[in-house]
C-alpha cells in the first residue's frame, strides 16, 4: 500500500497550481474508529480529501473546518484538517441516510443545506474566517456532489477559478484540485492574463479525462503524469496526511466544567460515573466520583495538571 500522500504541482509556465490527495491509512482508521451508514461514509472519505486540498491551497496557519449542515438524513458532517495536515471526520444521520442516493437527497432534501468552511487560527487573536455557501447552482439547482459544490465555493467566493474532483470508497479517499493561479492585480496584463486563461482552461479539459475510479486507483504522482505530461508538471516534495483526532482528557475535563457542577454530580448520582465519547475517534473517557470531585476542586483552586506517571 502506498503512503498517504499530498502533493501540489504547477504547471507549464506557473499560471496554474493544483494539488493532488490520496488517503489510505488515515481514511481506513477513520472509517475503523467511526462506522457511519455507507453514504454517508462515503461522503466523509470526499470531506476529508477535499479538506487537505482546500488547506493546502491557502495559506493559512490553523485548523480548517468544513461542515455540511443538511437538512435531509444528513443533519451535520464535519471534517478537520489541522495545520500538519492532522485530519479527522465525523457526522451526524438518521437511519434514513443508508437509503439516501447521492448529496442532494442526504443533505439537500428541502433546498436549505448548507456549506460551512471555517478557516480556525492556530495563534490566539487573529481573526477567524467562515465562508458559507448554499448546496445548490445560481439557477437554484440542487447540485450533484461536494465537488460541484466546492468548485463553485472557490469560484464564488474565493474568485480562483477552480476545477476539482473528489471521490471516497472503503480502501481510499482522493482528491485532485486545479486552479488558475490568482494575477497581481495590475492593468495592462491583457496578454499574460489570457495566457493564463488558455493555461487553465488546457488544464481543465485534461483533468476533465480523469473519472472516480482512475482518481481512486492511481497514485498521485502517476496520476499528474498521466494527466499532465504535456504539460510539464513541477512536482514539490510530498506532504503526508495522517489520521489525528485532537481529543484529550483536558479539554473532556474542560468540557464538563463548562456543564457545570450540578449537571456532572446528577449523572454521578444516576450511573456512578460520566462518560464521555469522542464523536470524531470513539475514544472513551471516564470520570468516577473521585475525578469529578478533582474537576471542580481545580476550577476554584487551580493546581497544576496532576500528571500521569508513565
Ligand atoms: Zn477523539
Not at 138 to 150: M, W
Not at 208 to 229: A, I, N, V, Y
Request: hydrophobic letters at 45%.
Amino acid at each position: 500500500m502506498s503512503a498517504d500522500t499530498l502533493l501540489k504541482f504547477m504547471l507549464g509556465a506557473g499560471q496554474v497550481r493544483g494539488l493532488v490527495v490520496q488517503l489510505n491509512d488515515s481514511w481506513q482508521t477513520m472509517c475503523a474508529r467511526r462506522r457511519h451508514a455507507d453514504p454517508v461514509q462515503l461522503l466523509l472519505g470526499e470531506m476529508a480529501a477535499a479538506s487537505a486540498l482546500l488547506a493546502g491551497s491557502l495559506k493559512f496557519d490553523g485548523t480548517l473546518v468544513l461542515q455540511l449542515q443538511g437538512d435531509g438524513p444528513l443533519r451535520l458532517a464535519v471534517a478537520e484538517c489541522q495545520p500538519d495536515f492532522g485530519l479527522r471526520a465525523t457526522a451526524k444521520a438518521e437511519a434514513a441516510a443508508a437509503e439516501a442516493v447521492g448529496l442532494a437527497p442526504l443533505a439537500n432534501a428541502h433546498g436549505g443545506g448548507r456549506c460551512v468552511i471555517t478557516l480556525d487560527p492556530r495563534r490566539p487573536g487573529q481573526q477567524a474566517y467562515q465562508g458559507v455557501v448554499a448546496l445548490d447552482d445560481a439557477q437554484g439547482q440542487a447540485l450533484p456532489d461536494l465537488s460541484a459544490v466546492l468548485g463553485q465555493y472557490l469560484r464564488d467566493s474565493e474568485q480562483i477559478p477552480s476545477w476539482l474532483l473528489l471521490a471516497a470508497d472503503a480502501r481510499r479517499a482522493s482528491g485532485l484540485l486545479v486552479q488558475r493561479m490568482p494575477g497581481e492585480g495590475g492593468q495592462a496584463r491583457d496578454a499574460d492574463a489570457d495566457e493564463a486563461d488558455e493555461a487553465f482552461s488546457r488544464a481543465v479539459h485534461l483533468a476533465s479525462t480523469l473519472g472516480r475510479d482512475e482518481l481512486l486507483q492511481r497514485s498521485p504522482e502517476d496520476l499528474l503524469h498521466k494527466l499532465f505530461w504535456q504539460e510539464q508538471p513541477r512536482v514539490f516534495d510530498p506532504l503526508r496526511p495522517r489520521f489525528h483526532c485532537t481529543c484529550s482528557t483536558q479539554r473532556v475535563a474542560n468540557m464538563l466544567r463548562a456543564l457545570g457542577r450540578d449537571e456532572v454530580e446528577s449523572v454521578l448520582k444516576e450511573r456512578g460515573e460520566v462518560e464521555v465519547t469522542c464523536e470524531f475517534c470513539g475514544a472513551a473517557y471516564t470520570f468516577d466520583l473521585v475525578d469529578a470531585a478533582r474537576l471542580f476542586r481545580a476550577d476554584i483552586d487551580q493546581p497544576p495538571a496532576p500528571r500521569d506517571a508513565q
